[in-house]
């Protein structure tokens, strides 16, 4: 090749002829799978090229390809034993390249059933998962040129291999590798030669090595200018370090750098490469391959990094979202070996995520402030993070980042540390680092300066996310009951799930309200809308229904009043609602619905229904709305369902659909575990466009039935000694003699305050279920008893109160229609029930 001033300078040829044909040494015909060593044969020069991988059970080095014209000459082994003595075992157990001559192969002591002859020259050269023999027949053999460049084109291959096994395969998941290796695309076999002078510059480039700096061959002029005038101006720094004489080092390089083509395209080649001593030991020429990086690496390029990473940030919602995504974004395709997020408070380091999320993965310091999920440290215990974050900057340390441990043990081979900005602040950092020597290379510069700003913008909008998400958990937290009341003869389970659009927060809700004589309500309503105004709704509803019932109501005077209030509320929504009041002990209920779903019902043999009730519009609509009510009897064993229309509408699922998708899972869920049963039919966690509110409620009916008793108390001089009279009779038939003085000491006191302080009829009630008797007494004042703040030797009342509270187990005051009930509880011996003799005692 001719250079400049007419002097021709040699550069030695230490390939075969590139172009293809006869004189690439691939053989005509040569299908996909002997495409690597039919590569290695062209690129060597050589008469056999072969290629071992590890076997399924990792005991042997199996024969995956091989190509050449002494294949039929020579019969390679099938398998070599790891535990056997060859070149090729040697190779791939030690690490190293292994040479020999035909004097040396004579002498090398190989074992085994087939082994190679001796008057050849061979090259075994090992990779991660085989090792690639290179077989010829030449007296010279395979000289010490020839030997550097074929170990740096056999790491090229390697890496091939590796980038490009199937998902599922040892090549990417370390499981055993198969017996064939996976085909590539046909750009990961496009790799060039070239040999560098260092003393003159000139450089050989085969054409493919042309092709890919987009160079035709006839416009090469053999100088490394020329090439390096096709190069991204920020990666010559690096490129030069390979070709100044007083600076080239010897052993091997590799890096990855960018040139322009005629188009304008940006193009990423990856280059490996090795440093060739004269007989003196000085650095003479460098001898390496260089091939497309996009084909060698299938992982996307910094650009399409980017924005798959800004993609992926803009479904994080929570800041835990956020951490998943960093993580993914970098740990993997970076190689890093840790990888933590966290946000700044005040003077701490708060930690979000890290990976890996064990204990023992991280330095002492660390350790030591780990008291909850994460570490919370003091960024003045690192001093050097410190300076990095106040200024802003992205800092990378190749290797040993800091003098401190806390920096220096999170990246002993290499430390990135990116201060994460948003809104002219730094508002959070994230550390990557690496156990091994790591030199950053131009493209992680840029994803890792273009991530630290991604990732700034949605910790901040995670953060806001996660307070409003906070506060409308909290403040729907406070409008739901916090828990359940327990029933007797019932098990009732609820279930809420916020929407996850807009506002988490909504005006579905629930609730279970137990009445007097064994009865109970089941509510469960929507209002509409997403919004803080539909909670404040839903609160103030949930609370009337409630106090209606309280009083006494039946079910559609406690609709008719709910609906009169929120249509004189300054509000443009409206409410649907289904309330059920259902007795414990016969299993009669009475349902109202408003505009709201019909309830589901599971019978005791397993059938289920959507009950067909009567209905008026949803409240808040027309102040003289009627609210016809539906009568059912319910045997024990029923599971009775209310739900909302979030449950079982969306934009994909008609209602009816919904229905009757609820149905089948109701019908076919276990009702031993209500609140599996509830689970069940909230189904999966995928996104809801709608809150969702579900009460179930099973029928169990009562095991032993209370039985009651009534005395109506005339306002007569003597109307407490009948009161008295009438209980003790009562407790002998219910063989309760032993409770008689407290109970009878409970009643005087409770009659004697609604004679005195009341006016109107006076009734007394007792009931008894199972280990509990209740004395109730009804008048006609809605004036709640009050208990004394004071209580001194010279009062001439206010005891009575006090003496109930004090002989009670439970006690309260109630209101009912047209005044109040004060009650009281006391515990007995579990017994039988009565029979039917003992029934009531009138008086």
């Not at 070599?80 to 157990?93: F, I, K």
């Not at 490129?239 to 322009?260: A, N, W």
């Not at 193009?267 to 650095?283: E, H, I, N, T, Y």
Request: net charge negative.
């Amino acid at each position: 090749m001719s250079g400049d001033g007419g002097t021709e300078v040699e550069v030695p040829r230490l390939w075969a002829d590139p172009a293809g044909g006869a004189g690439s040494g691939l053989p005509p015909g040569t299908d996909e799978q002997e495409a690597v060593a039919g590569q290695m044969l062209a690129f060597a020069g050589a008469a056999l090229v072969a290629v071992y991988v590890l076997d399924a059970g990792g005991r042997g080095l199996r024969l995956a390809q091989s190509s050449g014209r002494l294949r039929d000459r020579i019969p390679l082994p099938d398998v070599y034993a790891l535990s056997s003595r060859s070149p090729v075992t040697d190779a791939y157990c030690t690490g190293h390249p292994v040479w020999l001559g035909p004097g040396e192969l004579a002498s090398y002591g190989e074992t085994g059933q087939r082994t190679l002859p001796v008057d050849i020259s061979l090259g075994a050269l090992p990779w991660r998962l085989g090792c690639l023999l290179v077989v010829d027949d030449d007296e010279g053999g395979f000289d010490v040129e020839r030997r550097d460049f074929l170990e740096v084109y056999a790491d090229q291959v390697a890496a091939r291999l590796e980038a490009h096994g199937e998902p599922g395969s040892v090549l990417t998941a370390g499981r055993p590798p198969p017996t064939v290796l996976p085909a590539a695309p046909p750009d990961a076999l496009r790799i060039g030669k070239f040999s560098l002078v260092l003393s003159t510059g000139r450089i050989e480039a085969d054409a493919r090595a042309l092709e890919l700096v987009d160079m035709a061959p006839d416009d090469f002029d053999g100088r490394v200018e020329t090439l390096l005038a096709h190069c991204v101006p920020d990666d010559l720094p690096a490129l030069m370090s390979l070709m100044e004489p007083g600076k080239v080092t010897s052993g091997s390089r590799e890096l990855e750098f960018r040139v322009r083509r005629v188009t304008g395209e940006l193009r990423w080649l990856q280059l490996r490469c090795r440093v060739v001593a004269d007989s003196s030991g000085r650095p003479d020429r460098v001898v390496g391959v260089v091939a497309d990086a996009h084909a060698l690496r299938p992982s996307a390029d910094e650009v399409s990094r980017v924005q798959r990473l800004a993609a992926a940030l803009a479904g994080a919602m929570s800041v835990r979202d956020v951490g998943r995504v960093l993580v993914a974004a970098l740990r993997g395709p970076l190689g890093a070996d840790r990888v933590a997020f966290a946000e700044i408070e005040s003077d701490r380091l708060v930690v979000l995520a890290l990976d890996p999320p064990e204990h023992s993965a991280w330095p002492d310091v660390w350790q030591s402030e780990w008291r909850s999920e994460w570490p919370d440290l003091p960024i003045r215990s690192l001093p050097t993070l410190a300076d990095t974050l106040r200024e802003g900057r992205v800092s990378l340390w190749p290797e040993g980042p800091a003098s401190e441990d806390g920096l220096a043990d999170v990246g002993p081979g290499g430390l990135a540390v990116l201060p994460l900005p948003a809104e002219g602040r730094v508002v959070g950092a994230c550390l990557v680092g690496w156990d091994e020597p790591h030199e950053f290379r131009p493209e992680e510069r840029s994803l890792l300066t273009a991530t630290a700003g991604l990732v700034g913008q949605a910790l901040k909008r995670a953060r806001a996310f996660d307070a409003e998400h906070e506060l409308a958990t909290t403040l729907q937290r406070s409008l739901l009951p916090r828990r359940l009341p327990a029933l007797a003869g019932g098990v009732a389970v609820a279930r809420y799930l916020p929407a996850m659009a807009g506002l988490a927060v909504g005006g579905d809700w629930y609730d279970v309200i137990p009445l007097s004589e064994g009865r109970v309500a089941l509510v469960i309503g929507d209002v509409q809308g997403h919004s803080a105004a539909a909670a404040t709704i839903m609160g103030q509803m949930r609370t009337a229904i409630r106090a209606y019932a309280v009083e006494g109501h039946p079910p559609d005077v406690v609709f008719s009043h709910a609906n009169r209030l929120l249509v004189g509320m300054e509000t443009d929504l409206f409410a649907t609602c289904c309330y059920v009041e259902l007795d414990m002990e016969e299993g009669d209920a009475w349902f109202v619905r408003a505009g709201h779903l019909p309830p589901l019902l599971r019978h005791p043999d397993g059938s289920t229904e959507e009950m067909t009730t009567e209905g008026g519009p949803p409240l808040g609509v027309l102040a003289d709305a009627e609210f016809p009510m539906t009568t059912l009897g319910l045997a024990p064993g029923t599971v009775l369902a209310l739900l909302t229309d979030g449950l079982v509408e969306s934009q994909i699922l008609h209602l009816e659909d919904g229905m009757r998708r609820m149905c089948e899972v109701l019908g076919s869920t276990d009702t031993s575990d209500p609140g599996r049963m509830a689970d069940t039919m909230l189904g999966g966690g995928g996104r809801r466009d709608d809150d969702v509110a579900l009460l179930l409620m099973r029928y169990d009916g009562m095991k032993v039935r209370p039985v009651r008793a009534s005395w109506t108390v005339w306002r007569l001089p003597d109307a407490v000694m009948h009161a008295r009279r009438f209980t003790a009779r009562t407790l002998r038939t219910w063989s309760l003699s032993d409770e008689a003085d407290v109970v009878l000491l409970i009643v005087s006191e409770m009659v004697t305050n609604a004679l005195v302080h009341t006016q109107g009829s006076v009734r007394l009630d007792l009931a008894l279920a199972a280990d509990r008797l209740r004395i109730a007494v009804t008048d006609g004042s809605p004036r709640a008893p009050a208990k004394p703040v004071i209580v001194d030797w010279e009062s001439t009342g206010g005891r009575g109160i006090l003496l109930v509270e004090a002989m009670s187990a439970a006690w309260g005051s109630v209101p009912v229609s047209g005044g109040k009930q004060v009650w009281s509880e006391i515990t007995v011996p579990p017994r039988e029930a009565p029979g039917p003799d003992a029934g009531p005692v009138a008086g």
